[in-house]
């Protein structure tokens, strides 16, 4: 499963972006869904994760209230209100057929796209 993630770019503290991840040539039917990023020098963590169902959700503590993940059978959104510096990251979407709730964990995921980068200026 290939996938394809979207809508980065650079945006001032305080504003949005919405980001996107499709799955090439196929739907997201049966997947759990995650989001995780990457910040110069720093390990990826998790940002954010959505059932096979899209009935529930997990947030880093980080992005809680400020970020809404969500999906339906052909890709996920990330919706990033409220921007800080320090969401400065590239950010990848994931895919794992055998969860049926979104992990934390990025080992669990078994696809990944090729990160988009969000820059947040002060």
């Known amino acids: 499963v290939q996938l394809q993630a979207s809508g980065g770019g650079l945006v001032q503290a305080g504003g949005s972006l919405r980001l996107s991840c499709a799955a090439s040539?196929?739907?997201?039917?049966?997947?759990?869904l995650g989001w995780f990023r990457q910040a110069p020098g720093k390990e990826r963590e998790f940002v954010a994760a959505?059932?096979?169902?899209?009935?529930t959700t997990a947030y880093a503590d980080s992005v809680k209230g400020r970020f809404t993940v969500s999906r339906d059978i052909a890709k996920t959104n990330l919706q990033m209100n409220s921007l800080k510096p320090e969401d400065t990251a590239v950010y990848y979407c994931?895919?794992?057929?055998?969860?049926?709730?979104?992990?934390?964990?990025?080992?669990?995921?078994?696809?990944w796209g090729q990160g988009t980068l969000v820059t947040v200026s002060s």
């Open positions: 994931a895919a794992d057929p055998d969860r049926v709730y979104g992990s934390k964990y990025y080992s669990d995921y078994d696809y």
């Open positions: 040539g196929r739907t997201f039917s049966g997947y759990a």
């Open positions: 959505i059932s096979r169902s899209g009935g």
